[in-house]
């Protein structure tokens, strides 16, 4: 115990010591004659991983959505969100991606009131709602009954005979990512109303 207390009086002065030198003064520069004017949402606009072109490599869950002609609705709304580039971090990400026509069963007017600016914070919800961490095929996961999803919230699993249901959407065929799997889905995956 004596030991440890005396470690502790040798420890402090030496973090004390980096701490100080961390925190030097830095010189000072002018920047008064320099005017930048920058439109935030054109600015952050394409900057990224998302925007990274990389023909070698196995396509990551955002490219495979780009890609295909089936979602083009889901890459819409992923971009309107501006979640491009939380969808090609190295993951692994299971993303269930629901297809135009599941988007197209949306009570109408939905997916047109979500892309609206004012309400990217209600679409980014949805979208997380469809996205957890792994790497698991359609046949693991009828080992779960719930998955935390990326919006902090859980979804259901359910098993009906060879069928795999997440949120009460069917799994309809699975792809291979490079930095997880992407499930598509017949059904838009909503988060439960709290």
Do not use: R
């Not at 320099?34 to 991983?49: C, F, H, I, L, W």
């Not at 469809?130 to 998955?147: C, E, I, Q, R, W």
Request: proline fraction near 6%; include cysteine.
């Amino acid at each position: 115990m004596k030991a440890i207390f005396q470690l502790k009086f040798l420890i402090y002065p030496i973090l004390l010591i980096f701490f100080a030198v961390g925190c030097k003064n830095e010189p000072k520069t002018d920047n008064s004659s320099v005017s930048v004017t920058t439109n935030d949402t054109e600015a952050n606009k394409e900057k990224g991983q998302a925007f990274i072109e990389d023909d070698g490599s196995t396509p990551n869950v955002l490219q495979i959505a780009i890609g295909s002609p089936d979602h083009t609705t889901l890459v819409a709304a992923v971009q309107a969100a501006n979640l491009e580039n939380a969808l090609v971090n190295a993951g692994p990400l299971m993303v269930f991606a629901p297809t135009n026509a599941a988007f197209d069963a949306l009570p109408e007017g939905t997916v047109e009131n979500l892309l609206k600016p004012e309400n990217k914070d209600a679409l980014a919800n949805i979208l997380k709602h469809h996205v957890t961490a792994g790497n698991y095929s359609k046949d693991f996961l009828k080992k779960f009954k719930k998955l935390g999803q990326a919006n902090d919230q859980n979804t259901t699993v359910e098993v009906k005979g060879e069928d795999v249901y997440v949120g009460g959407a069917k799994i309809i065929a699975s792809v291979p990512a490079g930095n997880g799997i992407v499930h598509v889905v017949d059904k838009v995956i909503l988060p439960p109303s709290e």
